[in-house]
T-cell receptor, first 114, second 110 residues
């Protein structure tokens, strides 16, 4: 049981390049999320998917697109990377436990845009 | 604007002491509250969740929620050096939208 996995672990891009961050979970969770974490700013929600086939914007969606490929996989795409997108990106999935929605995080992707 | 506020710290406590971490939030209709621990360079790890007013205990950890005053706290009893990490408070207003504070760095000194 791997939990939430993310690829790649590290990536360096040049301004204007595109890339897709991959996320998969094997816990049969319905909801999945993408966050970015910048120093001193905590985690900010980019997009989320409450169930297979649905996606919604979070707090900071500009410059990103997502795809919920199936129940297991949720990808994040940067079409034209900018230095402001340098960050650590975390994927998460959640399960309803004890009446609440509890999230579990992947190991993260460290992205640098030059 | 939904806001979750935490003191960035660092909070320094001696080994064996009680560490008290606090979090305030801006919206009275918030639903669920979470504490995550994050070691440097690692992903957040859920340590406590609390959904109703009062205290919830799990081992050395106690979460306290006061919705009228809009704060949630985390107490760590018998603090250990291995508890040294950044602690993130998270709140949901919409069931799927999580808002995180910027975290409080805790240092437990041997």
């Amino acid at each position: 049981n791997a939990g939430v996995t993310q690829t790649p672990k590290f990536q360096v891009l040049k301004t204007g390049q595109s890339m897709t961050l991959q996320c998969a979970q094997d816990m049969n969770h319905n909801s999945m999320y993408w966050y970015r974490q910048d120093p001193g700013m905590g985690l900010r929600l980019i997009y989320y998917s409450a169930s297979e086939g649905t996606t919604d914007k979070g707090e900071v969606p500009n410059g990103y697109n997502v795809s919920r490929l199936n129940k297991r996989e949720f990808s994040l795409r940067l079409e034209s990377a900018a230095p402001s997108q340098t960050s650590v990106y975390f994927c998460a999935s959640s399960e309803i436990l004890d009446g609440g929605n509890e999230q579990f995080f992947g190991p993260g992707t460290r992205l640098t845009v030059l | 604007q939904k806001e979750v506020e935490q003191n960035s710290g660092p909070l320094s406590v001696p080994e064996g002491a009680i560490a008290s971490l606090n979090c305030t939030y801006s919206d009275r209709v918030s639903q669920s509250f979470f504490w995550y621990r994050q070691y440097s360079g690692k992903s957040p790890e859920l340590i406590m969740s609390i959904y109703s007013n009062g205290d919830k205990e799990d081992g050395r950890f106690t979460a306290q929620l006061n919705k009228a005053s809009q704060y949630v706290s985390l107490l760590i009893r018998d603090s250990q050096p291995s508890d040294s990490a950044t602690y993130l408070c998270a709140v949901t207003w919409d069931f799927n939208k999580f808002y995180f504070g910027s975290g409080t760095k805790l240092n437990v000194k041997p």
